[in-house]
């Protein structure tokens, strides 16, 4: 069983940065993607940034251009900087990781608190 652990979240102030690192233990096998959601509250969760097994990645339009996704093969980690950080982007960040023919992996969450 794949389990994923969050790390780098934490307050921040306006147009700072902040790293987010998602370690998977366990197989990476047949991986289809892996990525980030938040959900700040009162929202639901979407969608900000993906890695695909082939090598493409995809953001979400409110994050483009401020918000960078990698990933680290040997270490089964993926990572996002966020750069420019905005209030709106106040959220619990979740890791999630998809396989073909396995159901999804969720991280714990990380918070992300983007305050003066």
């Known amino acids: 069983q794949v389990q994923l652990v969050e790390s780098g979240g934490g307050l921040v102030q306006p147009e700072g940065s902040l790293r987010l690192s998602c370690a998977a233990s366990g197989t990476m096998f047949r991986l289809n993607s892996m990525g980030w959601y938040r959900q700040a509250p009162g929202n639901q969760r979407e969608l900000v940034a993906k890695f695909t097994s082939g090598g493409t990645t995809s953001y979400s339009d409110s994050v483009k251009g401020r918000f960078t996704i990698s990933m680290d093969n040997a270490k089964n980690t993926v990572y996002l900087r966020m750069n420019n950080l905005k209030p709106e982007d106040t959220a619990v960040y979740y890791c999630?990781?998809?396989?073909?023919?396995?159901?999804?992996?969720w991280g714990q969450g990380t918070q992300v608190t983007v305050s003066s």
């Open positions: 999630y990781l998809d396989r073909w023919g396995w159901a999804r992996v």
